[in-house]
């Protein structure tokens, strides 16, 4: 099944507590992006990456890492948590160019994470 | 900057009635344009998109938008709500910067039987 998959799908911690929330993909798609999600804020992009090796940022980046070494996987890292990134993180990724179902994005399931 | 605007933050409507929510871009030319809807503790769907070519556009669940270059909108549509459609809708445009994706604040729609 195409799916992207993210891992933990909750997580409680505490202030300055590393953390890695993962994210995978098994259709080939070339472009993955990570989205936090506040009430009343809507989806706000994090990071995202166009293919391996190369990533950008989107409106609120502060706080957070972002590596594609590898075109599947996208993971989100958190070097130093603050209560401020409590929230819930989604993943998405598409295809790029302009065949039917390209730009359009697949989501995961979420992550939702809490930062004491 | 660009942005996507999205006025009613609560909608309730009856089973039955009709549906309208609104979405306003900012964006000089035609952005890729999507309706989203994410019912309780799931991820987001899609419902329709607009890239180009007729501005009414058929979405999955009966939904349709229309894209309104003249207003900047792109408001989607249903006859006909059914309670099933309760749920969190979120307008989105991609504009000219690739991989840069845009989503309004969200609208809350509540059916009552």
């Known amino acids: 099944e195409a799916q992207v998959t993210q891992n933990p799908r909750y997580l409680i911690t505490v202030t300055g507590k590393k953390l890695t929330v993962t994210c995978s993909q098994n259709?080939?798609?070339?472009?993955m992006s990570w989205y936090r999600q506040d009430p009343g804020l809507g989806l706000r992009q994090i990071y995202y990456?166009?293919?391996?090796?190369?990533?950008d940022k989107g409106d609120v980046p502060e706080g957070y890492k972002v590596s594609r070494k590898e075109k599947r996987n996208f993971p989100l890292i958190l070097e130093s948590p603050s209560p401020n990134q409590t929230s819930l993180y989604f993943c998405?990724?598409?295809?790029?160019?302009?065949?039917?179902?390209?730009?359009?994005?697949?989501f995961g399931a979420g992550s939702r994470l809490t930062v004491l | 900057a660009q942005s996507v605007t999205q006025p009613d933050i609560h909608i309730t409507v009856s089973e039955g009635a009709s549906l309208e929510l609104r979405c306003n871009y900012s964006?000089?030319?035609?952005?890729?344009l999507f309706w989203y809807v994410q019912s309780p503790g799931q991820g987001l769907q899609l419902l329709l998109k607009?890239?180009?070519?007729?501005?009414l556009v058929q979405g999955i669940k009966g939904f349709e938008a229309e894209f309104k270059r003249s207003q900047s909108s792109f408001n989607l549509r249903k006859p006909s709500v059914h309670w099933s459609d309760a749920a969190e809708y979120f307008c989105?445009?991609?504009?000219?910067?690739?991989?840069?994706?845009?989503f309004g604040r969200g609208t809350q729609l509540t059916v009552w039987p």
């Open positions: 998405a990724s598409t295809r790029q160019g302009a065949s039917s179902g390209a730009n359009v994005l697949t």
């Open positions: 259709m080939n798609h070339e472009y």
């Open positions: 989105a445009a991609r504009g000219s910067t690739l991989g840069r994706l845009y």
């Open positions: 990456s166009m293919n391996v090796e190369v990533t």
């Open positions: 964006y000089g030319a035609t952005p890729y």
């Open positions: 607009y890239f180009s070519g007729d501005t």
